[in-house]
């Protein structure tokens, strides 16, 4: 997007914002819109111009990491467990001592009426609470007032039916303070995940400094072991995330089949979890997604299990019917 500059070369002065903005549509011409619809605070509405989805540069989220954010998946047209999603997101703003610019309701409204503005039936949503802009100071006591952001992103997704690898990451786990909350400080995640890329996996797990399991870079853990039980690693010093607590609450199903035994969390070594039968992630976008290898030792027999395809069909059926679905009325 960015255009070559050579030492010698003037910089171009944009004096005014018309002029910027001409730009900036200019280089949006040539390609298709990434993202169709932003709603800024700032700006005081929703955008369906991508020229006009910027932040501003003196917003503490962009250089102090003063903000956190959350998610929510968008399935023929409702939004999924958009409220637990928006439950987490107003703790985590809590958390980082980040204000609120509306009441919960008033955030709600505007994510379901920029959901609508951007036609989109599929994808994602996702949505920021930033201390705000003002100064390039620290503190952000002098500031006007927190600012939220929001934007559609289309995604053709479904249920993940393959198999991938995971490491074991190198990089060092977020503290519990830090890790419990959705804050947009994700370096740690940006670095474990280039890591699991780099030795040809799909992501990378974090153990603790007790040597207990932890989380992924963005998503949860989900074992299945030997005696048949459905175990997820204890949320104390984790994210908890919405997609595993809602996993849990829909496993039980598999019990009353008796393809289960029982469905816990608790604390698991990576000795015990490396006998597990089935292994997978679990998150927002997968919404299960099995592990077939870690730390280049085969999880089972190797191959994608049953289990962990009937826990994503739990899942999945609870995104297309379920009831913590949100409609939204598009014009």
Not at 225 to 246: H, Q, W, Y
Not at 294 to 314: C, E, R
Request: hydrophobic content about 45%; glycine content about 8%.
């Amino acid at each position: 997007m960015g255009s070559i500059v050579q030492a010698e070369d003037q910089v171009p002065v944009y004096e005014s914002g018309a002029e910027a903005l001409q730009k900036l549509q200019e280089k949006w011409k040539s390609t298709a819109a990434p993202f169709p619809a932003m709603y800024s605070s700032v700006l005081g509405g929703i955008v369906l111009d991508p020229a006009m989805m910027v932040l501003p540069i003196d917003d503490h989220m962009v250089h102090r990491g003063h903000g956190v954010f959350d998610t929510a998946m968008l399935l023929d047209g409702h939004l999924y467990e958009l409220d637990p999603h928006l439950d987490r997101f107003l703790r985590s703003a809590a958390k980082a001592k980040v204000g609120i610019p509306f009441p919960r309701d008033t955030l709600r409204s505007i994510l379901v009426q920029m959901t609508a503005a951007s036609g989109c039936r599929k994808g994602s949503i996702r949505y920021w609470l930033s201390s705000g802009p003002g100064d390039f100071l620290l503190s952000s006591s002098a500031l006007p007032g927190p600012a939220f952001y929001a934007v559609v992103i289309p995604s053709d997704y479904d249920q993940c039916r393959h198999g991938v690898k995971a490491v074991t990451t190198s990089v060092p786990m977020k503290p519990p303070m830090f890790a419990t909350s959705k804050n947009v400080n994700y370096l740690p995640n940006v670095l474990s995940i280039m890591d699991a890329e780099d030795r040809g996996a799909f992501a990378s797990v974090w153990v603790d400094e007790q040597g207990f399991v932890a989380e992924g870079p963005m998503v949860n853990v989900a074992f299945v072991n030997p005696a048949g039980e459905l175990v997820l690693p204890a949320f104390d010093k984790i994210l908890s995330g919405c997609t595993a607590k809602r996993l849990l609450a829909l496993a039980p199903k598999l019990v009353d089949a008796g393809m289960l035994t029982g469905v816990t969390t608790k604390y698991i070594t990576v000795d015990e979890a490396k006998t597990s039968v089935e292994m997978a992630f679990v998150g927002s976008g997968l919404p299960v997604l099995p592990i077939v290898e870690w730390d280049g030792q085969p999880i089972g027999d190797g191959k994608v299990g049953k289990l962990m395809l009937a826990l994503s069909d739990l899942l999945w059926e609870d995104m297309k019917s379920g009831p913590d679905r949100v409609a939204v009325h598009y014009k």
